[in-house]
């Protein structure tokens, strides 16, 4: 029987409307648009994207059987989504689809060269249910858990189910000041493994540390295995008390960091979850990020699994440390 | 359609997604005009509360949808993709009793899919439309329309408006109703010089006047009787909550708005509405002063719901307004 990996999380989509109206106004932060006006734009793209479609699609590209559990609405966006799943071989829950709700949707209202104001709606994954997640196939390998359930009695039934097929659970929070902090915490140390970017590292920890530092106070609150991730520097994991380090390669040119955080978490815990390798994890999660972060858009960058065979690893780029 | 096309509407047919902003996450200030203006905090994550998608809308679509509500015999020509999208505006259409025989889907397009920013009673429309290669319909002789109403088209539409001034000349009987858009506005009266000679109904906005002629003047009186210099003989100019004037070159009468029941909830299609009820009232044989009164209670109710077309109005419905009407609702000769 093959091994079954199963992700839950959000799927969405990403518009991208491309305008020189949407520059800020000058001296102001802010835009602003003739109110009651038809606005024509220079250009304007749809992407499927998602937390959980993106991590969805890394353990898929590795040729692993691959299952997503989501929430969309009844609309074209939901189609956009299923056919993208189709295509990359995930399975979607059959309940994903729900008329209360749009779809999840991010409209990112960009000049060129210019930051982006970007209006989202996440109303849709809010409403992930304890009988959508029950459709997870009953004998899991490992479980990823991209993005948090708005209700957290989910979250707590998602380590159950994991917990009855004997399931390893990853777990990337974000968002996690919308969660009590004492609740997360309890729930991070029940995963295998936990993987956070910096930035919702320090506000989970509150405090303004380093990557090591934060890894290792995380560490020390009882997390056993965790990798912090920045996207301007590299990452840094703690298992059974080896610290491992990496930098971001140097030949990398940053375009866009949208997606990369997404996909680094996805692409350690996917490489994790095949070879329990710690140096393995890291080497293939920072080559998926800085994959994505070289284009607009994650999707089309996401690595599929002969890319990665290429790669070799400098010596000073990985080390490797015993607390 | 089996039977004489009553109003064949012509113009792009899109889905709008209504995005609701919520009214904590922007704000409206207004320019030295008092012109609304949405603000919003540059480079931020702005949450908003739903996306509402309506299909088959348009300038020409809402025409369509409100002349089939009004029981006429009602045919669209527009290009969608050969998508989804497309797929849902076909269905839309039909659901309206509009006939779809003249829409051309293009393979390999997409349909023309609108972002309609909402915040308070007003919208604000992000709007790119697909360079379709459009093409003049085979329209059979029994199926002669007995008006055709022409309204916002995209840029590359310029081969609609010619081949419509060749089909006119050839079908003396077939009348035309034209409510400009954005890109017949931009085009100006000269190179449309012949379709606007060929205009039986011509219907915009006092600023779409204002700026079709060239002219600052914002006497009413003298924007239409410019407007029938280029040719149209009936002539509409409505002019938002302040009301509307129609002309028929003999006689301008004004009407004021029909009171909201309840304060507007989206003024979308207002306009579309206004124009495609006075056209088929005056197709009906209706007077000047009846098909403004038909107008102001169709748009009192489009901005009563969200969208275009789901506050549209039966005759039978029309007449109960008009029935209710207050006094002050009564047309002027001015």
Not at chain 2, 74 to 89: H, P
Not at chain 2, 115 to 141: C, F, M, Q
Not at chain 2, 258 to 263: F, G, L, M, T, V
Request: with cysteine.
């Amino acid at each position: 029987m093959s091994q079954v990996f199963g992700v839950v999380g959000s799927a969405s989509v990403d518009i991208y409307a491309i305008s020189r109206f949407f520059s800020p106004q000058k001296n102001q932060n802010q835009i602003v648009l003739d109110h009651g006006s038809q606005l024509w734009l220079d250009d304007s793209v749809q992407e499927p994207s998602g937390a959980g479609l993106l991590s969805a699609m890394v353990f898929a590209r590795q040729g692993l059987e691959t299952h997503l559990v989501t929430k969309t609405g009844v609309d074209v966006f939901s189609e956009i989504i299923d056919h993208v799943a189709q295509k990359e071989s995930i399975s979607i829950n059959s309940s994903h689809q729900s008329n209360k709700h749009h779809t999840d949707t991010t409209i990112h209202l960009a000049s060129d060269g210019q930051d982006q104001t970007n209006l989202h709606f996440t109303g849709s994954f809010s409403s992930l249910s304890k009988a959508d997640c029950r459709e997870l196939p009953a004998v899991l390998e490992w479980l990823h858990i991209a993005t948090l359930p708005a209700d957290k009695s989910v979250l707590l039934d998602l380590l159950k189910i994991a917990k009855a097929s004997h399931a390893k659970v990853s777990i990337n929070p974000r968002f996690v000041d919308s969660i009590s902090a004492k609740l997360l915490m309890k729930t991070l140390k029940q995963c295998s493994l936990v993987v956070i970017s910096i930035d919702e590292a320090r506000i989970l920890t509150g405090e303004h540390l380093e990557i090591e530092d934060l890894a290792q106070s995380l560490n020390l609150a009882g997390i056993d295995h965790i990798a912090v991730y920045d996207p301007n520097a590299g990452a840094v994991a703690i298992e059974n008390g080896k610290i491992y380090t990496t930098d971001q390669t140097k030949q990398s040119h940053q375009h866009d960091n949208t997606g990369a955080e997404v996909v680094f978490a996805a692409g350690y815990s996917c490489e994790y979850a095949k070879n329990s390798d710690v140096t393995l994890a890291l080497t293939f999660g920072i080559a998926q990020a800085q994959s994505v972060q070289m284009v607009a858009g994650a999707r089309s960058a996401i690595l599929q699994k002969p890319a990665l065979e290429p790669i070799s690893v400098d010596e000073d780029f990985l080390t490797e440390d015993i607390v | 359609m089996k039977d004489r096309i009553d109003i064949l509407a012509i113009g792009d047919v899109v889905t709008d997604a209504f995005i609701e902003l919520l009214p904590a996450e922007a704000e409206i200030n207004e320019d030295k005009a008092r012109h609304p203006l949405l603000c919003m905090t540059y480079g931020s994550k702005i949450p908003f509360k739903d996306a509402i998608i309506i299909n088959g809308v348009g300038n020409a679509a809402n025409a369509a949808v409100a002349t089939a509500a009004l029981g006429l015999n009602t045919a669209y020509m527009a290009d969608i993709g050969d998508d989804r999208v497309g797929e849902d505006i076909l269905q839309a259409l039909h659901k309206h009793g509009v006939s779809t025989e003249f829409i051309n889907s293009h393979a390999g397009y997409k349909s023309n899919y609108h972002y309609v920013l909402w915040y308070g009673a007003d919208r604000t429309i992000l709007i790119k439309h697909e360079n379709y290669s459009y093409k003049w319909p085979e329209i059979r002789d029994y199926q002669k329309p007995s008006w055709i109403y022409l309204s916002s088209i995209g840029e590359s539409g310029g081969v609609i408006h010619t081949q419509l001034v060749k089909y006119l000349e050839d079908n003396p009987d077939t009348k035309l109703s034209f409510q400009p858009g954005t890109f017949q506005i931009r085009e100006g009266t000269k190179k449309l010089q012949e379709l606007y000679s060929k205009t039986t109904i011509f219907t915009a906005n006092k600023e779409e006047f204002q700026q079709i002629l060239e002219s600052e003047s914002t006497d009413e009186k003298t924007l239409i009787t410019k407007m029938h210099q280029l040719g149209p003989e009936t002539v509409l100019l409505t002019d938002g909550p302040k009301g509307a004037f129609a002309s028929d070159g003999n006689q301008v009468v004004f009407m004021p708005p029909y009171p909201d029941p309840k304060p507007p909830l989206d003024r979308t299609g207002a306009g579309d509405s206004y124009a495609s009820t006075f056209t088929a009232a005056i197709a009906d044989g209706l007077s000047l002063a009846e098909a403004l009164s038909w107008a102001g209670i169709n748009s009192m109710s489009v901005v009563q719901k969200i969208g275009a077309q789901a506050g549209l109005l039966s005759k039978k419905e029309i007449t109960d307004w008009l029935k209710k009407a207050p006094s002050s609702y009564v047309a002027k000769v001015i």
